[in-house]
C-alpha cells in the first residue's frame, strides 16, 4: 500500500509539473503549441494584452458556445476563431467558461480552426 501511494503522488507530481511548465520555469511557449497554433492573425501571444488587433471582432470571444438540439460540439471562441473541445474533462479544465447558446447558423458562421483542440487539460494543442 505504502509503495502505490508513493507511485501515485510521484505521478501527481510529474502531471503537475508537466501541466504547468510553462509557469514554473518561466518558457517562451515555443514548441507547446500554445503560442503558433496558427490561430492568431496580429496578436502577440506573449504580450498578455486583451486587444484584437488585425482580428475581427467576434461578441463571443473567450466564450464557450453551442447550439443546443445540434450536435455540433462546444467550442472556445479565441481570436476570431472557434476551437473545439475534445471532452467535457477538457470544458472543465479550461474553467468552466459560461456556455452560450446560439443557433446553428450563428455556430456556423464563426471560423473554425480544425488544426488544433483543446486537451483534457484546458489547453490548446496541436491535432
Known amino acids: 500500500m505504502n509503495k502505490k501511494m508513493i507511485l501515485g503522488v510521484a505521478l501527481l507530481g510529474a502531471a503537475a509539473v508537466f501541466t504547468f511548465k510553462d509557469k514554473i520555469f518561466g518558457g517562451s511557449n515555443t514548441g507547446t503549441g500554445n503560442a503558433n497554433t496558427g490561430i492568431s492573425t496580429g496578436n502577440n501571444a506573449n504580450t498578455g494584452s486583451n486587444s484584437n488587433a488585425g482580428v ?6 473567450g466564450k464557450v458556445v453551442r447550439s443546443p438540439g445540434n450536435d455540433e460540439g462546444w467550442y472556445l471562441v479565441k481570436d ?7 471532452s467535457i474533462e477538457a470544458y472543465k479544465a479550461d474553467g468552466s467558461r459560461p456556455i452560450v447558446d446560439i443557433s446553428i447558423d450563428e455556430l456556423r458562421n464563426i471560423p473554425s480552426n480544425a488544426s488544433v483542440y483543446v486537451n483534457e487539460y484546458g489547453k490548446i494543442v496541436n491535432w
Not at 475581427?56 to 470571444?61: D, F, H, L, R, V
Not at 476570431?80 to 475534445?86: C, E, L, M, S, T
Open 56 to 61: 475581427s471582432a467576434s461578441p463571443y470571444e
Open 80 to 86: 476570431g476563431v472557434k476551437i473545439v473541445y475534445r
